[in-house]
């Protein structure tokens, strides 16, 4: 017996000493596995800036509270514990509720954010009570320049659920990342590098202290942007609340002054989580606030486009600048009549003044001589249908129509009477807002022009940009005809400046929207006036110019969609655009790197 | 180990009971008084480096229990061999109330509430059995014992309560019960063949058994073969522990300094498993002294019984040894995955007060056998009553 009884203990003492001894060091391991917890930490995402240092995307603090479904037996107790302690509206925790339904039970839920340190605290002291629930003091993504940009930065939101395996970041409680805009394509860039801390946790996974050594994240890289802030707020309050997009460029570097679209919409809103009732007055808003109308508004240049066509024709040998047509008010051309939008007809005028006066026979004339893909040529070397890859969502190529495109979308071949319509800028010609602007700095720089929204990225130092290879006389024709357009006997004659400003030029577009039938014309009356048709069928306001005209820094873009006439409606908002715009080179440093620019 | 003859009186006089006291091995006692300080500073470690809440109680318990112990070492053996049919009868009466309780809907309590504590009716039948098995040898001799016929009584004394434990229902005490019992009728001298077959009966019968296992008993039987099949769920403990008790390594990861157990990655720390945080605490060497206090104790109580002269002592101080040791061994067996997890305390170090009052009673037993061991008693009876 007391033999049994010491085999037994050496028994045991021997399966000790095998444990302790022998395998120790998996043991060891296992028990770090078990407490040691190594978790990261989520980096600082870089900040967004104007040209001039101005904020317009940054982190402030926020207090939130997280529910991680898997660590609680009991989802509801615990909601209404955290309901004692933190006001939630009965909504907030209907949709809560969904959430958690849908989302994987280790997925952290955010129960609350923003909160104040008062609450925050309290919570944190109750904690022990509440399974499940998190407390995280971390950071959130702020616009201060609110709907001003919205279309540019985008947004931040937590990452899809499908997603969430493909960083580990992306399961951190509260991680969002960009969604829309420049946070969505620079997110590289701006996230930085996660760091990692090493806890010990208890077998329930709370920690109980940190182990050094730790791993600091790195901050994410600052974005620059060409942007003046001060303009495009400018510019968003002068497009008010129209459906409308401006573009402002700076003519040396090509610098995206303002990249404007209206109505805006409140990025914050989209960070903080944006409601359903809100989120459908956006999509349901015919205005559509969601679209960047500068760069994925695409429209009928209208009579904005008659320089490319003027150019193209001169370049052709087609024309001489000098060339001289009669206009009676209508061309005809086979069985078809097209009209010039003065009923009257101007009378005999050269190239400049049918520019100047904008007279559409002219054009028809010059264009029924012209190939369709000598225009689609002139139009792309000045920026149509290019996609400038500036930074921001949507951006659109528009649309150059020539042979090719009709045999391949339509597969028909090309009518003369469509190149007349081109011609005037109707037809099936799309361009969006930067396009145009691109095209107008071009004409009035004489260069090739590239916009740039992002000032990090890589850039020819000497922002140097290769000459229109155009006949320099044909271009000085053409900008001498938009200086015209301004004076008296122009189309923009009508905004009278105060002798101090600069001198413009530029070139109105009115964009017809729907067709004028014959009968229409005909009828007592002749055509509906404007502002008696519905909203989406009136002709979108378009205006593209640059100032100052003897010395041009800056071009301009403007379309107010349905807003009526170029005239009438873009012209005088690019004229007080383009005197705040010009304000900015009155600053020294600013204007001394413009000076280089002028000739 | 080497017990000093002259600590004991070996005269046939009545000794008197300071006599007695004095005549206790005290070495013996010292050497539970570490165990159960063992305890106590196992018990501080897991509280956190607190006497709240539990160590502080269990040194009452043990204070009490070791007066008790003292108590019953120097007792009249006689008196003991008296009471030992009627403890089979409490022991077996107490089951049946518990047992009784628990039909009228107080669910599966294996426990009567005697006010300062709970009492197991199963730990002093376990006690009680064995003294009714060596009360019955007792007066038989040799001859007799080897009989079949003289079979018949200790099965009934040990399948009665051995049936009522196991409907509690409380496989690892009902075990414990049939083993110390079996070895009382082994050393009384019944033929080893016996053994043989039974053993061989009890082989064919695990199958059966299986059956009549409750869900979790089989949870834990397969959990012991293999603890790794399920490590969160019922493996979690077991796998739990080895961690805890490999970490520890050599000389451990220091006093209060235990991962496992005082991030609570252990189940049952303060009762079930507190041999493991022992262990993650002092490593090998820590384990290596405890188990050889435990061995120390164990053996002298064996030793007592096979040196005594009368036939109820020698059966009692035995029986009472080896159940002992069971306690120890299972436990210990148990956190270190050599035996499924039976939910035993580790007597004397394990927080609680049964496992304690048990093996302070048993051994209090113990004692006293070796308190008389030298005097005859009349086989048909204790002379006394």
Request: charged letters at 20%.
């Amino acid at each position: 017996m007391a033999g049994l009884q010491g085999v037994a203990f050496t028994g045991l003492g021997l399966r000790l000493y095998y444990l302790s001894v022998v395998e120790s060091e998996k043991y060891k391991l296992r028990a770090d596995r078990n407490r040691i917890s190594v978790r990261l930490i989520a980096p600082e995402r870089g900040e967004i800036y104007d040209r001039n240092g101005e904020i317009l995307a940054t982190n402030v603090q926020d207090l939130r509270v997280l529910l991680v479904p898997e660590q609680t037996e009991d989802v509801g107790p615990t909601l209404a514990k955290v309901q004692s302690i933190v006001d939630l509206s009965d909504r907030r925790l209907s949709q809560i509720e969904r959430r958690i339904k849908r989302q994987r039970k280790f997925v952290p839920v955010t129960l609350a954010q923003g909160l104040d340190w008062e609450t925050f605290s309290r919570v944190n002291v109750q904690i022990p009570e509440l399974p499940g629930i998190q407390t995280d003091a971390g950071l959130s993504r702020l616009y201060p320049g609110g709907n001003a940009i919205a279309h540019l930065v985008g947004y931040m939101a937590s990452p899809d659920e499908d997603d969430i395996y493909k960083s580990p970041l992306y399961q951190l409680p509260g991680f969002k990342i960009g969604r829309q805009g420049l946070e969505r394509r620079y997110e590289d860039l701006l996230r930085g590098g996660s760091g990692t801390r090493r806890v010990e946790v208890n077998a329930v996974g709370r920690e109980i202290r940190e182990l050094p050594p730790r791993e600091e994240a790195t901050r994410g890289n600052n974005l620059q942007l060409t942007l003046d802030m001060k303009l495009q707020q400018f510019v968003m309050r002068q497009l008010g609340e129209e459906a409308a997009g401006a573009v402002v460029m700076d003519l040396q570097d090509g610098d995206v002054l303002a990249l404007a679209s209206s109505p805006g919409y409140d990025p914050n809103e989209f960070s903080r989580g944006i409601s359903n009732t809100n989120w459908q007055a956006l999509l349901k808003d015919p205005r559509t606030p969601l679209l960047n109308k500068s760069v994925t508004g695409m429209y009928p240049p209208g009579s904005t486009i008659k320089m490319i066509i003027a150019l193209a024709a001169l370049e052709q040998g087609i024309i001489k600048s000098e060339s001289e047509f009669y206009c009676n008010g209508r061309h005809r051309l086979g069985n078809n009549t097209f009209h010039c939008w003065r009923r009257q007809g101007h009378g005999k005028l050269n190239l400049v003044d049918a520019i100047a006066k904008s007279c559409d026979v002219y054009f028809y004339k010059i264009a029924e001589q012209m190939d369709i893909d000598d225009i689609a040529e002139m139009a792309r070397r000045f920026g149509l249908g290019e996609i400038f890859n500036v930074g921001v969502d949507g951006e659109k190529e528009g649309l150059v129509p020539d042979r090719e495109w009709k045999q391949v979308i339509q597969n028909q071949r090309w009518q003369l009477g469509e190149t007349l319509n081109v011609a005037i800028g109707q037809g099936a010609m799309l361009a969006t807002p930067l396009q145009l602007a691109v095209m107008t700095a071009r004409l009035a720089s004489t260069r090739k022009i590239t916009p740039r929204l992002v000032a990090n990225e890589a850039l020819p130092t000497d922002s140097y940009f290769e000459p229109m290879d155009i006949n320099p006389f044909h271009l000085q024709t053409v900008c001498q005809a938009m200086e015209k357009v301004m004076e008296q006997g122009g189309t923009a004659f009508d905004l009278r400046r105060p002798k101090s400003a600069a001198k413009l030029a530029g070139k109105t577009g009115t964009a017809q929207v729907r067709r004028i039938s014959i009968a229409e014309r005909q009828q007592e009356g002749g055509v509906v006036d404007n502002k008696d048709l519905p909203w989406q069928a009136r002709d979108h306001a378009l205006f593209v110019g640059y100032a100052p005209a003897e010395n041009p820094k800056i071009a301009v873009s403007v379309i107010v969609q349905h807003g009526g006439g170029g005239s009438s409606v873009a012209a005088p908002l690019a004229r007080s655009i383009i005197d705040e715009a010009l304000k900015l080179y009155e600053q020294p440093t600013v204007t001394a790197s413009v000076d280089e620019a002028s000739s | 180990m080497s017990v000093s003859s002259s600590m004991f009186a070996s005269r046939r006089v009545q000794q008197t009971v300071l006599q007695r006291i004095i005549g206790q091995n005290w070495g013996i006692v010292l050497a539970m008084v570490m165990l159960a300080s063992a305890g106590f500073a196992m018990l501080y470690s897991v509280a956190g480096g607190t006497w709240e809440p539990w160590a502080a109680q269990q040194m009452i318990r043990f204070s009490v229990a070791l007066v008790l112990m003292l108590a019953i070492a120097v007792i009249d053996i006689r008196y003991w061999v008296a009471a030992a049919y009627p403890a089979w009868f409490l022991g077996v009466l107490l089951l049946i109330l518990v047992e009784v309780n628990g039909a009228t809907g107080m669910g599966g309590q294996r426990w009567l509430d005697i006010g300062f504590m709970r009492l197991q009716p199963s730990e002093l039948t376990k006690i009680a059995t064995i003294m009714a098995l060596a009360r019955y040898y007792h007066g038989r001799n040799h001859t007799q014992s080897r009989s079949l016929r003289s079979l018949f009584v200790p099965i009934i004394l040990l399948v009665i309560p051995f049936v009522l434990v196991v409907r509690q229902p409380d496989l690892g005490t009902s075990l414990m019960i049939i083993a110390g019992g079996v070895a009382v009728i082994f050393l009384a001298g019944a033929p080893a063949w016996l053994f043989a077959i039974s053993g061989i009966g009890i082989a064919a019968a695990i199958p059966i058994g299986w059956q009549f296992m409750r869900p979790y008993q089989q949870d834990r039987v397969l959990t012991f073969l293999n603890p790794e099949a399920d490590p969160l769920g019922a493996g979690y403990q077991i796998t739990q522990s080895k961690i805890a008790l490999g970490s520890g390594g050599m000389t451990g990861k220091g006093f209060m300094e235990g991962t496992q157990s005082h991030l609570n990655f252990l189940p049952e720390m303060k009762t079930d498993f507190i041999f493991t945080v022992l262990v993650e605490e002092f490593g090998l060497v820590g384990a290596g002294i405890v188990l050889a206090l435990y061995a120390i104790v164990l053996m002298y109580g064996l030793l007592m019984g096979i040196g005594c002269r009368n036939q109820f002592g020698r059966l009692l101080a035995s029986g009472l040894s080896i159940s002992l040791f069971l306690y120890v061994l299972i436990n210990v067996g148990m956190v270190m995955g050599l035996m499924p997890v039976v939910g035993v305390p580790l007597p004397l170090i394990s927080y609680g007060g049964s496992a304690m009052l048990t093996w302070m009673i048993a051994y209090g037993l113990i004692l006293s056998v070796a308190t008389h061991r030298h005097m005859t008693i009349a086989p048909k009876g204790s002379g006394i009553i």
